[in-house]
């Protein structure tokens, strides 16, 4: 009884924490997230309607068509609907990357491995480095950023209950640094051509010879590391952890003690085994000529190694997993590492539920052009602003930040605004480069709060596990102090960039000089 009058003190004792109880206790009167999507489904279909009877249309900056609304209340929109429900559902992009990679997890974690490691992270890390360690490791884990929502968002929030702390704080932490850092890195991923490729072809409408090389951000990104993990850190410190206040839920944290015998033993073998598998992969990246190298430059950008990085997570954690269980004998057979994995699979009903509504409202959004149309238009009333060259470029963050909300993915959403915003910019004088990191952040801060971020279903699933009850209400309370620290950290990081006048990345300076 204590406990709860304690935790009920620590939500409610500042106005910070009572305007987001409010913003809970109003997203949990929502519906289940499930019902909400499906809702979410049947109202674009309607909006795509009434859109349909306007005048409404907006030029692609990109091609120079026209877009229009696409009406899903007719015979080739219910064709749509119904033929498409299947490969909407089964083709949704998070699905199989959480349900692969949660099979070698599963063996991890049935046999003991995954429980053995938390124990040791928990007994050897300082209790103040505890969440700098996990904002930054979400951070790095961008990189291949499935990683990070299938395997560290969960294990921090098991790391932070077997601390003694309140398990959503350890989501929470994970959570903003792997999809609020998503633009901060100490190395390259594969969205850094993707952006780059459309930036040069914006830039060559004011400049035909103009080029932008993949790591034109590093510089920026590598900084950005560190401000979005001590920023993280801070946010669940001061003012995360204080409104959670203790966990009362029924969830049991993972016993903390000394590894036995055996289980030292069976971490030696998993480091052997994982020490193998690394081998491997090295063996294939490190010659120039490697088999996970791209085979037709060389690259390990868009290479068999990022490509297959789901595989390497799911043989991994699957290898590591059964050498652990031979050592620690809680492997005897195939069937104990045939119910590992079917275990990992049972705590995904709600989950799968959930993703395919999700799916079908991603998708009826994505043929109406609704979204399209709203990034397209708002685009253009920023550039319509007549502001000063530093509050254009916060403007221009925030416009991205709201697009965020509405068009999950990063590149569709650069490929519309990339022609408008980098020609813009390149005449107020500053380069693609930088105007594209300026893109990245705005992208990045709302990443957390929005539901239509791909993983965003499967925070919810996360969360429920340590608390039934929680919904979109409880992630978005929780989740949004991240999104305005990162925010305003981020801001004030471009304005000193601005002012220094530093270059971006390599061959990437800040400022544009028009050639003779």
Request: charged share 15%; with cysteine.
């Amino acid at each position: 009884m204590a406990k709860k009058e304690k935790a009920k003190k620590a939500k409610g004792s500042s106005a910070i924490d009572k305007f987001l109880n409010i913003v809970e206790r109003l997203g949990n009167t929502l519906p289940h997230p499930a019902t909400l999507f499906a809702g979410f489904a049947a109202l674009v279909v309607v909006l795509s309607w009434v859109a349909s009877l306007t005048d409404m249309e907006v030029i692609h900056p990109g091609t120079g068509d026209t877009v229009v609304p696409f009406n899903l209340i007719s015979a080739e929109g219910l064709d749509m609907i119904l033929s498409k429900m299947v490969t909407n559902f089964t083709g949704f992009a998070p699905l199989g990357t959480v349900l692969v990679a949660l099979l070698g997890i599963g063996i991890a974690e049935g046999s003991g491995l995954i429980g053995s490691v938390l124990r040791m992270v928990v007994l050897s890390s300082p209790k103040k480095m505890l969440t700098f360690v996990i904002v930054f490791s979400g951070v790095i884990s961008n990189t291949a950023s499935e990683v990070g929502y299938v395997l560290l968002v969960p294990l921090a929030a098991v790391i932070f209950l077997a601390a003694g702390r309140h398990p959503f704080g350890g989501l929470a932490a994970a959570f903003a640094g792997v999809s609020g850092g998503y633009s901060a890195n100490l190395l390259l991923g594969t969205i850094d051509p993707l952006l780059a490729g459309l930036s040069e072809e914006a830039a060559r409408i004011i400049d035909p010879d103009y080029t932008v090389n993949p790591a034109a951000n590093y510089y920026f990104m590598f900084v950005s590391t560190f401000l979005i993990a001590g920023l993280g850190t801070w946010a669940t410190e001061k003012l995360v952890m204080p409104r959670l206040g203790e966990y009362t839920g029924t969830e049991k944290p993972e016993e903390i003690h000394k590894l036995t015998r055996e289980e030292k033993k069976g971490m030696l073998y998993a480091l052997i085994a994982s020490l193998l598998f690394t081998a491997f992969i090295l063996w294939g990246l490190i010659p120039s000529d490697g088999f996970l190298r791209n085979p037709i430059n060389g690259s390990i950008l868009r290479s068999p190694f990022m490509s297959g990085i789901v595989a390497f997570i799911f043989l991994g954690a699957g290898i590591a997993g059964i050498a652990y269980g031979i050592g620690a004998k809680t492997i005897k057979n195939d069937e104990d590492v045939m119910r590992g994995m079917a275990k990992s699979m049972e705590t995904l009903g709600s989950y799968i539920v959930l993703v395919f509504f999700a799916a079908q409202f991603v998708a009826y959004f994505n043929w109406t052009n609704l979204g399209l149309i709203f990034a397209i238009k708002g685009a253009a009333l920023l550039q319509s602003v007549e502001l000063g060259s530093i509050p254009l470029m916060l403007g221009f963050v925030v416009v991205a930040a709201i697009i965020n909300l509405v068009m999950g993915s990063a590149s569709a959403k650069w490929a519309i605004m990339a022609p408008v915003f980098i020609p813009m910019f390149m005449l107020l004088g500053y380069s693609p480069e930088f105007t594209q990191i300026a893109y990245r952040v705005g992208d990045s801060v709302t990443n957390i709060i929005s539901p239509m971020m791909s993983y965003f279903a499967l925070i919810v699933a996360f969360m429920q596990r340590y608390d039934p009850k929680a919904g979109i209400g409880t992630i978005v309370s929780t989740m949004l102090p991240y999104s305005v620290v990162f925010f305003i950290g981020w801001c004030i990081m471009l304005i000193i960039w601005i002012l220094l006048g530093l270059p971006i990345g390599p061959d990437a300076p800040l400022d544009y000089i028009p050639a003779e």
